[in-house]
Each structure stands twice: as structure tokens, then as C-alpha cells.
């Protein structure tokens, strides 16, 4: 499966831990939603996957990937030390250029 870059990276910056590298892949007004909680600009993105990692050291394995304009879905298989591990998750992605908009996470 061929993945364009800006998704490629957001990947390997989440398994690599890195939170500020994560957050570079979002615009400066993104919003992300994960967990019935909402994120805002890219310090509460980077606060946010930080404290995730920390809390549960993701890792994502991609499965799959479609993406019609600027609207994207990414399938992955989340591994980490979470109730229910590994489990497949789905980003639905905005995305503006190569940057993210916005990102949705769901079961």
C-alpha cells in the first residue's frame, strides 16, 4: 500500500514517540477528536498524543488507506498497553495540502 508522505510521517512520528514531530503534520487551527474529547491548534494536538503515548506507547501499523480530494481514511492496527490491545482504529482525515485539518478517531 502506498501512502502519501505526510500520512508516512504522522505514522513513523507516532512510533517513534515523538510527540512535536506528530504535531507538525497538523495545520495551526486543526482539531482532533478522539475519546469524546476535542483538541485545538497544534500544543493541544502535541499535549494531547504526548500524554496518550505516555499513558499507552502506541503503535500503528497501517491496513489501509483511501482518499477522495482533501477527505481521507486511515485504517490502522493500534498496538500498545490499552484495554483491548491491538485493536483497529480509524482516522478520518481533512487534510490541507500536506498538512491535516482535521482528524477524527474512531473504533
Not at 30 to 42: L, P
Not at 67 to 73: D, L
Not at 74 to 97: I, K, N, Q, R, W
Amino acid at each position: 500500500m502506498k501512502l502519501p508522505d505526510n500520512i508516512q510521517g504522522l505514522i513513523k512520528a507516532q512510533n517513534e514517540l515523538d510527540s512535536t514531530a506528530f504535531a507538525a503534520f497538523f495545520t495551526a487551527e486543526a482539531t482532533v477528536s478522539d475519546e469524546g474529547s476535542s483538541y485545538s491548534g497544534r500544543d493541544e494536538i502535541k499535549q494531547w498524543i504526548q500524554q496518550a503515548t505516555e499513558k499507552y506507547h502506541m503503535q500503528l501499523k497501517p491496513i489501509d488507506f483511501n482518499q477522495t480530494g482533501s477527505i481521507a481514511e486511515l485504517t490502522v492496527d493500534v498496538s500498545g498497553t490499552f484495554p483491548g490491545s491491538p485493536a483497529v482504529m480509524h482516522y478520518h482525515l481533512e487534510l490541507d495540502g500536506s498538512l491535516i485539518r482535521s482528524l477524527r478517531i474512531s473504533g
